[in-house]
């Protein structure tokens, strides 16, 4: 087998993923250190939507604090990632479990990252994936129609708009398993491809366009595997 153009280690790193049997201490970390690369990524992105939803808020209640009621949408929205990372954390146990993970880099093989990279290309280019898209772009239209009254409505505001930005993003953050979840390099990456395509004026036109790179580095990832 040719050497993974997903990954980049060592020869002898990558010749047989640890099969070592998780025990519960390995889970609760690997879900720990899922939810605080989630809180570490998402925040940044969701910022304009927060000083936007704050704004509002202020000019709708002059009188009171916003600071509770800001918190709470923050949390909505945290929430809905700390959940995406039970998911994530069980992802990375069961590519664990079927010998498709190099535990050292937290990567996996690289027919496994090559779907990977097809998969979040794809899903680039469907309508779920621009309708998400769009109301993470639009943070006065999401919240003038989302707008919800007081503390537990702002839970709800977050919550919801976690939602639609889990929609737009899931399919990225499982790259990190193609380079490394541990490779601070790729996470910072990611979280800035996040950010951009979030506020950048032709964000959807650079969705479409990461699309079709990271299709074709599947692409070219599988045929590295099978030798052509």
């Known amino acids: 087998m040719n ?9 002898a790193q990558m010749t047989m993923p640890n099969m070592q049997a998780w025990q519960v201490d390995d889970i609760l970390f690997a879900l720990l250190m899922w939810a605080i690369m989630m809180v570490a990524m998402m925040t940044p992105s969701v910022t304009p939507m927060i000083l936007t939803f704050a704004g509002l808020n202020r000019k709708r209640h002059a009188d009171k604090t916003s600071i509770s009621a800001t918190a709470s949408f923050l949390l ?28 050292g ?20 280019f469907t309508p779920l994936k621009y309708a998400c898209l769009s109301n993470c772009r639009s943070p006065l239209s999401f919240l003038t129609t989302e707008w919800r009254e007081g503390t537990l409505g702002a839970l709800i505001m977050g919550l919801r708009h976690g939602i639609y930005c889990l929609g737009c ?14 490779n601070l390099m790729w996470v910072a990456l990611i979280a800035g491809y996040v950010f951009v395509e979030k506020v950048a004026p ?13 299709i074709g580095w599947g692409v070219w990832s599988l045929l590295q595997v099978i030798g052509m």
């Not at 032709?202 to 990271?214: D, E, N, P, Q, T």
Request: charged content about 5%; aromatic content about 14%; hydrophobic content about 60%.
């Open 3 to 11: 050497g993974s153009p997903t990954m980049d280690m060592p020869a």
């Open 169 to 182: 993003c899931w399919q990225l953050m499982l790259l990190l398993f193609v380079a490394g979840v541990m």
């Open 105 to 124: 880099t937290i990567s996996v093989t690289p027919f496994t990252g090559g779907m990977l990279l097809i998969l979040a290309g794809v899903y680039q």
């Open 76 to 103: 909505g929205y945290l929430i809905v990632w700390i959940l995406f990372s039970i998911g994530a954390a069980l992802l990375q146990w069961g590519f664990h479990s079927a010998e498709l993970l190099f535990t």
């Open 202 to 214: 032709a964000g959807k036109w650079l969705s479409r366009v990461f699309g079709l790179l990271i």
